[in-house]
């Protein structure tokens, strides 16, 4: 007879009871108890998204910790939080398919310069212009794990001239990859566009700054779908008031939401998406975590573990 399994849930946001209902399906072994009111309860495991300070006794007790998300970059602002139980974030769980998406999306409307167009339409002019070599418009991907490999390969089939960059080395076939900061300094040269896709760690915050951004060629456009901090903000417009990049398209920022006074809003040169790339798909999610935890049952391993030394 399969044991009852105790899980403490948190996420501080109106779609919980959807979240709940959606564990309920994948796991019905498990009854779930809802922190704060349910904090002293013994449980099992915990699912949670942006822990608060309150967790800390809870989480301690468990056997591990699931992350509603890829990024775990709010567990790091309680140190407090225990060392010794495993964190679990998300693999892919229906985001790559997305993220695939809204990269093709953005390499398209640069390539074949849609955003030209939309200006000529705007002015009523009729301006064809040559086609561009896709063989000259070289893509570099910063982040090969799972959602910047799916990029990366998606890219690469289209026939663009992909490189990757990650922190340690790689090898993917139709790929030129590259690691280390030396790595980095030697594949932005050849990137008409940059998608960044790695985690935020104090290895990689401000990891896109005028000195970075500065090694790609003229003109080139830079796309960020990991996270806010890794550009420096000021250092972006800069590079753009000066000509040197040719646009941005940015879809998380370091406040979030972005603030409306924020200059991304209006510049002509930027294009803004609400943090839309990958949404988390709760019914996907919730089957991962649910075929998680009873292989934990099992005594087996999983993946997603998160070590905490690299942050990620």
């Known amino acids: 007879m399969t044991r009852r399994i105790d899980i403490l849930f948190h996420l501080a946001d109106r779609s919980a009871p959807e979240w709940i209902d959606a564990i309920g399906r994948a796991l019905p072994e498990a009854r779930l108890h809802v922190w704060p009111d349910d904090g002293d309860v013994a449980a099992d495991y915990a699912i949670v998204f942006a822990p608060q300070p309150g967790h800390v006794a809870a989480l301690s007790r468990v056997r591990a910790v699931f992350n509603l998300g890829a990024g775990v970059n709010a567990f790091w602002q309680i140190p407090e939080l225990p060392t010794d139980v495993p964190l679990i974030r998300l693999e892919d769980a229906g985001m790559a398919g997305q993220m695939v998406e809204y990269a093709t999306y953005a390499a398209l409307r640069r390539f074949r310069e849609f955003d030209f167009y939309a200006v000529e339409q705007r002015a009523a002019r009729w301006s064809p212009r040559e086609r561009q070599d896709k063989r000259a418009f070289g893509i570099g991907v910063l982040g090969l794990g799972a959602l910047g490999l799916r990029v990366a390969a998606a890219l690469r089939d289209q026939g663009f001239p992909v490189s990757g960059w990650s922190r340690t080395a790689k090898e993917v076939a139709g790929i030129a990859t590259h690691s280390g ?24 915050a401000g990891l896109l700054n005028r000195r970075t951004l500065g090694r790609l060629p003229r003109g080139a456009v830079v796309v960020n779908v990991g996270r806010g901090a890794l550009v420096v903000d000021a250092d972006l417009l800069a590079l753009l008031a000066s000509g040197h990049l040719a646009g ?49 049952e099992r005594g087996e391993t999983v993946g997603g573990v998160v070590d905490r030394s690299r942050q990620y």
């Open 181 to 204: 900061p030396d790595g980095l300094d030697a594949m932005l040269p050849s990137c008409r566009l940059l998608i960044a896709l790695v985690p935020l760690t104090p290895a990689t």
């Open 248 to 296: 941005a398209m940015l879809d998380v920022f370091s406040d979030e939401p972005l603030p409306a006074e924020h200059p991304f809003w209006h510049h002509p040169q930027i294009e803004v998406t609400p943090h839309i790339s990958a949404i988390t798909q709760r019914d996907e999610s919730a089957v991962q975590i649910a075929a998680k935890i009873r292989a934990l």
